[in-house]
């Protein structure tokens, strides 16, 4: 049975020990090999991670920040390094220091599906209020994480998406995409075959117009991949699934992230038939933690 070869490009940002778990489970029997972004924030975790011939950590690191065009740097900083390895992998798929593999034979799988692109792509109509993410220039205020739901700035920043929906832009953005550019949204976990990280690369060096659209509009990460994808040759190939277990959160606080999983959620993990799950934390939950990374393996 032909199993794929994988680059497994993480951003972490925090729990080395937790992420040592996952990075072993991805490197079982070597048929993977991970590529490490660390957030600039953090520069104690670099002497934490594993060391292995099959991981490798960015000596080159971003501050990410939340809802910001950091995220986005830091994923290509990622596929760059992976592209630059020279090495003809099958596969690249972004994961966080948060997630773990949760059900077996993920090599096996990509195997029989090797031009597939695994992420979330939602049409979004321009004048839906989350087109407001791409189509406002969002001051630096607006692209942080307000966790309360009813923060004054938070409420301020769903008031402009709401007018915009209406047809009022109070803040336009001047480099926004062209209008007969769909617009797509979704989870920013992918997995795409290596050419299709090669398509990206090369369409985004030879078109600063497009980086520049996402400078200014919130969280990009979750449209900037989905959006270049879904307007290309590549969009035959999308699965609308990024192979990711994710329950959120039931309350108005809660509802717009990710909750995170303990023993308690293994049975309906393993329902899902996902072969990834987030988010985990060692500080909230150390056995789940365990449990799944002691019994499955890439």
């Not at 087109?131 to 009813?150: G, H, M, N, T």
């Not at 996902?274 to 393996?297: G, M, T």
Request: aromatic residues 14%.
């Amino acid at each position: 049975m032909t199993v794929a070869k994988v680059a497994y490009i993480l951003q972490i940002h925090k729990n080395p020990c937790q992420v040592n778990k996952f990075i072993k489970q991805l490197i079982y029997e070597e048929h993977a090999d991970v590529f490490v972004h660390i957030d600039k924030k953090q520069d104690e975790l670099k002497n934490q991670i594993i060391k292995s011939p099959n991981v490798k950590i960015l000596k080159q690191r971003i501050d990410v920040k939340w809802g910001d065009i950091t995220q986005v740097d830091a994923t290509l900083l990622l596929l760059k390094e992976v592209l630059a390895s020279g090495i003809n992998y099958d596969f690249i798929c972004f994961r966080s220091g948060q997630d773990l593999l949760v059900k077996n034979g993920f090599g096996e799988f990509l195997g029989k599906n090797k031009n597939k692109i695994f992420m979330n792509a939602y049409r979004v109509k321009r004048r839906e209020p989350h087109a407001s993410f791409v189509d406002l220039k969002w001051p630096e205020w607006a692209r942080r994480l307000y966790v309360q739901p009813y923060h004054p700035l938070r409420l301020l920043r769903r008031g402009m998406a709401a007018l915009y929906s209406l047809g009022w832009n109070i803040k336009p953005n001047r480099n926004s995409l062209p209008k007969d550019y769909s617009i797509y949204n979704g989870s920013n976990w992918f997995c795409i075959p290596l050419n299709a990280a090669k398509y990206l690369l090369n369409f985004l060096d030879k078109n600063q117009w497009y980086y520049d659209a996402y400078k200014d509009s919130l969280v990009p990460d979750e449209f900037f991949f989905q959006t270049l994808i879904m307007n290309s040759k590549y969009k035959e190939n999308v699965v609308n699934d990024n192979l990711m277990y994710i329950k959120f959160g039931e309350s108005i606080k809660t509802r717009n992230n990710p909750i995170t999983l303990t023993m308690e959620h293994v049975e309906i993990i393993k329902k899902s038939n996902e072969y990834f799950a987030r988010k985990f934390d060692e500080s909230i939950d150390q056995l789940v933690i365990d449990y799944f990374s002691e019994q499955v393996r890439m």
